[in-house]
């Protein structure tokens, strides 16, 4: 079963319908973002949510101290770090790791091959920015890291790609921020249900 995860959650409301449609993973951005929420925030939604969700705590080159500081305020099970992170920092916390890797062609393995995490995380890549950007990359090149674990395609994901994606590369999961928004922030209830049951239609070969 490919594995969905939600990213970008900034309110309770979503987050609540992103289960209900049958979500696996919820996303959180702490990291420099359109999308960040604040520790408080998130331990307030992170209350009201059941337990089998996974939450995922996004950062991008954020300090030791700081990323601590919020594991200890929220109840996270995953820290996503989507920035130039060491692999050395990557083994600092109790928490498994999901490690995302920007992808313009294929020297990125050469950098993903140095890391030991729990998964590896492909998206675009961008001059500028460091995720939410809304852009593929080419999927062919994200077959090469599947000797490496579980891989999760992220990147320019919709309702409308996301089957593809999944065909071409079987990857443990999907992660989708902007492809299922309103607006920046605020997801579009129609789009996240329709993300959702396409990949879980997918599944079941209809
Ligand atoms: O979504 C953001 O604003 C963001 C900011 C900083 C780091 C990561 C961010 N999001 C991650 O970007 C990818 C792809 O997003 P999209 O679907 O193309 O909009 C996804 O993994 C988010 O977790």
Redesign the pocket.
């Known amino acids: 079963m490919t594995k969905i995860k939600i ?2 959650i900034t309110n309770l409301a979503d987050a609540k319908l992103a289960v209900e449609y049958g979500a696996d993973y919820l ?1 959180f ?1 702490f ?1 420099k ?3 960040q929420v604040s520790p408080d925030e998130v331990k307030e939604i992170i209350e009201q949510l059941p337990e089998k969700i996974k939450k995922v705590g ?1 950062f ?1 080159n954020q300090s030791l101290e700081e990323v601590q500081g919020i594991i200890s305020r929220c109840s996270l099970d995953y820290l ?1 770090l ?1 920035g130039d992170e060491s692999p050395e920092y990557c083994q600092e916390f109790h928490l498994p790791v999901i490690k ?1 890797f920007r992808v313009k062609d294929e020297s990125y393995l050469e950098r993903l091959k140095e890391y030991q995490v729990d998964k590896y ?1 492909l ?1 675009a890549y961008h001059p500028n920015k ?6 593929i990359f080419n999927w062919e090149l994200a077959k090469l890291a599947k000797e490496y674990g579980d891989i999760i395609i ?4 919709n309702p409308a790609n996301v089957n593809q994606a999944i065909d071409s590369v079987t990857p443990y999961g999907v ?5 299922v928004e309103a607006q920046a922030g605020v997801k579009d209830k129609k789009r996240l249900e329709e993300f959702i049951r396409r990949v879980k239609k997918q599944e079941c070969g209809v």
């Open positions: 990213c970008g996303g951005i990291a973002s359109p999308r996004v991008a996503q989507h995302a995380l998206d460091l995720g939410g950007v809304g852009k992220a990147g320019g994901l992660d989708v921020s902007s492809g």
